[in-house]
DNA sequence: TGACAAATGCAAATGATTTGCATATATTAT
DNA sequence: ATAATATATGCAAATCATTTGCATTTGTCA
């Protein structure tokens, strides 16, 4: 667990326990987002006897101070994933097999198109891509 | 209900029923996104003895006819909207009030560079922005 | 009008997420 | 180091949206 995200947590008199430790040392580890149950199942070998609701509890509390970030795939459950492993970007996601791709370098100047256009004080958005991965269009031929 | 969506719905052998006929107008008067429940209360008081169940099914035909958009909000649920209503737009969600504005306009340039910096062949998209309406953010001062 | 496939209502199942509460653990002051 | 205490965890049960099975009803088409 990096050094800033313990300052962080002891700021907010969060205890840093052994759950904690581990699932944002998974968190850090990962470059796609996880669901809770991913999250789960890739504790569990280092804390077997670690609830899901742990695990609920725990991202429900990162999301709080802004560490990760929830994004929601189109029929599938809410994801996570850490907000400082890398710069603000978007994903493609794989109608067929879920594969999930990050899209960096988009340019923003949308967002601030929509600032504009709105009397909404605009903090966050969030835009996903859905179409056919490579493999999967070619299963389709 | 529309003469096109009518037959669209006798092409792909869909049974015109009284449930269809509401759950169709309902979508059509409104504007704003709106989930199986909120159908569902709209749907009653014309057909008192309407089953949620029904709510679902339809609406899961209706998605696979093309008929209507799914699109899932920030903490909340999925709900849906006629894409026949209006043309492709984005939302933005209030995080306060859950009011939801229509972005329309929002150049689709970016959609194109997408397409072409990733492998993925893309078919949709996914834009909702969240922030504060002018009321919300009155109250937060 | 009758036959038949498709749609509905109802009840129960499912699956993710949340909650209550007793126990365990990290933190803080002693 | 140790004790006191607030917080976190595990477990079981509750919740809530969504789905499924099945008997009954209803459109559609000959």
Redesign the pocket.
């Known amino acids: 667990m990096k050094r800033e995200v313990l300052e962080l947590l ?1 700021e907010n ?8 430790e581990v699932i944002i040392e998974i968190l850090q580890q990962t470059t796609k987002p996880l ?3 991913d999250i789960f199942l890739r504790v569990r070998p280092q ?1 077997p ?6 695990i ?3 991202l ?2 990162l999301e709080g101070l802004g560490l990760i970030k929830r994004v929601g795939f189109n029929k599938e ?2 994801s996570y994933e850490l907000l400082a492993n890398r710069p603000h970007h978007h994903h493609a996601i794989c109608k067929n097999c879920g594969k999930i791709e990050d899209l960096e370098n988009i340019s923003e100047k949308f967002v601030d198109q929509v600032s504009r256009q709105t009397s909404f004080k605009i903090e966050d958005h969030n835009l996903e891509f859905f179409g056919y991965c490579k493999n999967c269009r070619r299963e389709n031929l």
Do not use: C, D, G, Q
């Not at 006897?49 to 742990?54: E, G, Y």
């Open positions: 002891k008199k969060v205890k840093i326990t052994n759950e904690r669901s809770p149950a804390l006897k670690v609830n899901l609701t742990t609920y509890r725990n429900e509390m459950y809410f």
